[in-house]
């Protein structure tokens, strides 16, 4: 069965400064995808960015980006220039291929707090 | 752009109520799924819907659990007979496609079990 494991339960980060958020997870498969969700207090499940497993290059979305190691099977995120809007809990998330559902299987969260 | 909408934003219920949690999906996604978020912890995934009827559910669907497509735009989940461990964050998701196309969530139903 995948896993996905988010060691870091709460970070924090000065305000226009750089923070890396890990994940990594478990797998068998070799065709994937991963992502990043964003829940702000609101509680919304926002996406941040998807990576495809078959694609080498790291996906980019304007200040965030992925450090996608395959082989090791690790999925970071990086949010530059950190902004106090980006306060929210951050969930790492994984999709499988085979299982013809196509279902998330999402780690434990990282609570971020940007700090003024 | 189109948003997956859920209704009630909030549900308070007795143990014991039987409780349906609505959801609009995204007008031409295909593909359904309800998690669950308990307080503090991860979102865990409960059930994905397809073509009317039920492609995979998770060991938390149990026989409390059913959805329902009851008309051409909403997806319900009911939960009979609810206990106070019900108590959560439902998300409903939709997606256009399969094979990697990201889920949109709606904005989530508080329910709390009294």
């Known amino acids: 069965a995948q896993t996905v494991t988010q060691s870091q339960p709460e970070m924090s980060v000065q305000e226009a400064e750089t923070v890396t958020l890990s994940c990594t997870y478990d797998?068998?498969?070799?065709?994937?995808?991963l992502f990043w969700y964003k829940q702000p207090p609101s509680r919304q499940m926002i996406l941040v960015i998807r990576?495809?497993?078959?694609?080498?290059q790291n996906a980019t979305e304007n200040r965030f980006s992925v450090n996608f190691q395959k082989a090791a099977k690790s999925f970071s995120l990086k949010i530059s220039d950190s902004q106090l809007g980006d306060t929210a809990m951050y969930f790492c998330?994984?999709?499988?291929?085979?299982?013809?559902?196509?279902?998330?299987?999402f780690g434990t969260g990282t609570r971020l707090k940007v700090l003024a | 752009e189109p948003e997956v909408t859920q209704t009630p934003s909030h549900q308070v219920t007795q143990m014991g109520q039987e409780v349906i949690l609505r959801c609009v999906p995204i007008?031409?996604?295909?593909?359904f799924y309800w998690y669950r978020q308990i307080l503090g912890q991860k979102v865990e995934f409960l059930v994905s819907?397809?073509?009317?009827?039920?492609?995979?559910k998770s060991e938390i669907f149990d026989d409390q659990f059913s959805v329902e497509r009851p008309d051409g735009s909403n997806f319900t989940l009911k939960i009979r007979s609810t206990k106070l461990e019900d108590s959560a964050m439902y998300f409903c998701?939709?997606?256009?496609?399969?094979?990697?196309?990201?889920?949109?969530f709606g904005d989530g139903t508080r329910l709390s079990i009294l």
């Open positions: 998701a939709s997606s256009e496609a399969l094979g990697g196309q990201p889920q949109h």
């Open positions: 797998t068998s498969e070799n065709n994937y995808y």
């Open positions: 990576q495809e497993a078959y694609k080498q």
């Open positions: 998330a994984f999709m499988g291929l085979t299982s013809g559902t196509y279902k998330y299987i």
């Open positions: 007008s031409n996604h295909l593909y």
């Open positions: 819907f397809y073509n009317n009827e039920i492609s995979e």
